[in-house]
T-cell receptor, first 114, second 110 residues
C-alpha cells in the first residue's frame, strides 16, 4: 500500500512569490492535515480537510490556505511568501471517519524562501 | 489539549531498553496519550497510544500511571535505527489536530 506522497520534495522561492504544495493521501483515507515544521517553532498544525471541507484550522495567517479534491488529494498554498515561511511542510492522512490521533505522515516538502 | 513535558535529550546503549518519560499533569479524563517519533528528515511516525491501561505493540510499550499524570514509552531493545526525536502528545478525539511539543531526542549508541 503506497504511503502519503508529497510533491515537490524541495523548492526554492523568493519573497513575495506564492507556492503550491501537493499531497496524495493513502488510498481510502479521507482526512488530510497539514503541518509546518521549523527549528524555532517546531511542528505546528495548519489545517485539516475531510471530504473536501476544512474541518479544523490552526493559528496561521490567511496567506496559508488549502483545499481538498474529490479524490482526497490536497493542496496547500502560501501567498506573498516571507523569509519566515521557510520550513518543512508535512502532510498527514487518516481514515477520518473516526476521530483518531493516528496519522500517517509524508516525508514533507522543504521550502526555502530567499 | 493538555501540555506535555519531556526531557530534551536522552542516551541509550544499543540493545538496552529505552525508557522515555512524559509528564502530562493537566490531562483530562477523555484525553489520550499518543507517541510519535521523527527520524531525521522524515515525517513523524505513529508509535502507540493509550487512555488508561498499559499498551503494547510490535514497536513499543506504553505505561500510564494510575493518576494518568505521566507516562513512559519503552523501547525494549533499542537499536541504532531508533535514534530519533520522540514526541508525547495528549490528544482529545476531536479532529486530526495534534499539538506537538519539543520532544525528546533519543540517541542510541553502540
Amino acid at each position: 500500500k503506497a504511503g502519503v506522497t508529497q510533491t515537490p520534495r524541495y523548492l526554492i522561492k523568493t519573497r513575495g512569490q506564492q507556492v503550491t504544495l501537493s499531497c496524495s493521501p493513502i488510498s481510502g483515507h479521507r482526512s488530510v492535515s497539514w503541518y509546518q515544521q521549523t527549528p524555532g517553532q517546531g511542528l505546528q498544525f495548519l489545517f485539516e480537510y475531510f471530504s473536501e471541507t476544512q474541518r479544523n484550522k490552526g493559528n496561521f495567517p490567511g496567506r496559508f490556505s488549502g483545499r481538498q479534491f474529490s479524490n482526497s488529494r490536497s493542496e496547500m498554498n502560501v501567498s506573498t511568501l516571507e523569509l519566515g515561511d521557510s520550513a518543512l511542510y508535512l502532510c498527514a492522512s487518516s481514515l477520518g471517519t473516526k476521530n483518531t490521533g493516528e496519522l500517517f505522515f509524508g516525508e514533507g516538502s522543504r521550502l526555502t524562501v530567499l | 489539549d493538555a501540555k506535555t513535558t519531556q526531557p530534551p535529550s536522552m542516551d541509550c546503549a544499543e540493545g538496552r531498553a529505552a525508557n522515555l518519560p512524559c509528564n502530562h499533569s493537566t490531562i483530562s479524563g477523555n484525553e489520550y496519550v499518543y507517541w510519535y517519533r521523527q527520524i531525521h528528515s522524515q515525517g513523524p511516525q505513529y508509535i502507540i497510544h493509550g487512555l488508561k491501561n498499559n499498551e503494547t505493540n510490535e514497536m513499543a510499550s506504553l505505561i500510564i500511571t494510575e493518576d494518568r499524570k505521566s507516562s513512559t514509552l519503552i523501547l525494549p531493545h533499542a537499536t541504532l535505527r531508533d535514534t530519533a526525536v520522540y514526541y508525547c502528545i495528549v490528544y482529545l478525539n476531536a479532529g486530526n489536530m495534534l499539538t506537538f511539543g519539543g520532544g525528546t531526542r533519543l540517541m542510541v549508541k553502540p
